[in-house]
T-cell receptor
Framework: NAGVTQTPKFRVLKTGQSMTLLCAQD?????MYWYRQDPGMGLRLIHY???????AKGEVPDGYNVSRLKKQNFLLGLESAAPSQTSVYFC?????????????FGEGSRLTVL | SQKIEQNSEALNIQEGKTATLTCNYT??????LQWYRQDPGRGPVFLLL???NEKEKRKERLKVTFDTTLKQSLFHITASQPADSATYLC?????????WGAGTKLIIKP
């Protein structure tokens, strides 16, 4: 099993450009999450999904949009990238809500916005 | 506001000794607490989950304690090995989400 796969792994954008990060999981998990990780800070939740067709805002949702059209995929979009969105983005999935079950993470997508 | 503190300075431990990492929290009463390991350039990997009614949990060389009175969790690695070198993250349950500490970097010296 591949687990959680994120693409792309690296990307450089100019301010104002748009892009989509793709997350795919093959574990049939209901819950999926997008986090960002910045130096000296804990992982911060951007958006999450509790099932196909549903999404919800996390702690830092501004400037991001998400979609979960298929159970196995969770897309994170940046419509107009800003330098403050330079970060490492992690997708995760879990069988149940993360408060009772472990999260499985992808390898991360490093985004630089110039 | 909720606050989770992990030692920001790297912890250097001699191989074979026990490494102890701390996770402190304030203004909060979590029902669950999780510990993860993160290697450079990789995603976090789940290690242990402990519930508020469990004082201690073990898995091989790992032990986690959870003191809701002190608002603290301790993570122990016994007989530490250089391969245990990594950043260790704690995460607490709040309103159906996990709140994460910034992590402590552990370095095991041969």
């Amino acid at each position: 099993n591949a687990g959680v796969t994120q693409t792309p792994k690296f990307r450089v954008l100019k301010t104002g450009q748009s892009m989509t990060l793709l997350c795919a999981q093959d574990m049939n998990h209901e819950y999926m999450y997008w986090y960002r990780q910045d130096p000296g800070m804990g992982l911060r939740l951007i958006h999450y999904s509790v099932g196909e067709g549903t999404t919800a805002k996390g702690e830092v949702p501004d400037g991001y949009n998400v979609s979960r059209l298929k159970k196995q995929n969770f897309l994170l979009g940046l419509e107009s990238a800003a330098p403050s969105q330079t970060s490492v983005y992690f997708c995760a999935s879990s069988y149940s809500g993360g408060y009772t079950g472990e999260l499985f993470f992808g390898e991360g997508s490093r985004l630089t916005v110039l | 506001s909720q606050k989770i503190e992990q030692n920001s300075e790297a912890l250097n431990i001699q191989e074979g000794k026990t490494a102890t990492l701390t996770c402190n929290y304030t203004n909060y009463s979590p029902a669950y607490l999780q510990w993860y390991r993160q290697d450079p350039g990789r995603g976090p990997v789940f290690l242990l989950l402990i519930r508020e009614n469990e004082k201690e949990k073990r898995k091989e060389r790992l032990k986690v304690t959870f003191d809701t009175t002190l608002k603290q969790s301790l993570f122990h690695i016994t007989a530490s090995q250089p391969a245990d070198s990594a950043t260790y993250l704690c995460a607490l349950h709040l309103n159906y989400q996990l709140i994460w500490g910034a992590g402590t970097k552990l370095i095991i010296k041969p």
